[in-house]
């Protein structure tokens, strides 16, 4: 047997360990899924009966087992918690959204100045009239006034609870402009 047969042969043998190897590594992993799935099954099987005991139990009838009452006195101080954290976070939740709206304000009336200075500009060089700067700085200052009610306008509309038509008309309203088409 020359050098090339042996290493023909040396060749062939590890072409098919490694091909029984990569099989049985497959067929490992697919069982390890397989159970992974069963156990995922008890499970969900697990907290249904502990769900259906737990009514039983919140309904005030006694059940015998004292490990299962322990169990539902824990759940009982997990709700107390639970009830306390939920609370936590809608303070929490209520005031970023109250920051950021008191933010989205600031920068209104910030906006709001700038387009008033400008409007005073214009009318001092006479571009505009008096009674053209008073109905401008009317609409502006309705953008302040009424910051919440166009806020939650925007919001209908981003809902797709009103039309851009309806949008524009209720917008104009609160501003005290004409609806623009």
């Not at 009830?83 to 920051?99: Q, T």
């Not at 700085?137 to 806020?151: E, G, T």
């Amino acid at each position: 047997m020359g050098v090339f047969d042996k290493i023909g042969k040396a060749v062939s043998k590890a072409a098919v360990s490694t091909g029984s190897g990569v099989a049985r590594a497959a067929a490992l992993k697919k069982a390890e899924v397989e159970l992974a799935d069963l156990e995922n099954r008890y499970t969900e099987c697990y907290v249904l009966i502990g769900k259906r005991i737990s009514e039983v139990l919140r309904s005030g009838e006694e059940i015998a087992d004292v490990k299962v009452n322990d169990a539902f006195k824990r759940i009982l101080k997990f709700d107390q918690e639970k009830a306390e954290k939920e609370a936590i976070i809608r303070e929490l939740k209520g005031a970023a959204s109250e920051l950021s709206e008191a933010e989205a304000l600031v920068a209104v009336e910030e906006e709001v100045e700038r387009e008033i200075k400008k409007c005073r500009d214009l009318m001092q060089i006479g571009v505009d009239t008096q009674e053209d700067y008073d109905r401008k700085v009317a609409v502006l200052r309705n953008k302040v006034i009424h910051f919440k009610k166009l806020r939650s306008i925007d919001e209908a509309l981003a809902k797709s609870l009103i039309s851009e038509e309806e949008f524009k008309q209720k917008r104009a309203a609160v501003l005290g402009q004409p609806v623009e088409d």
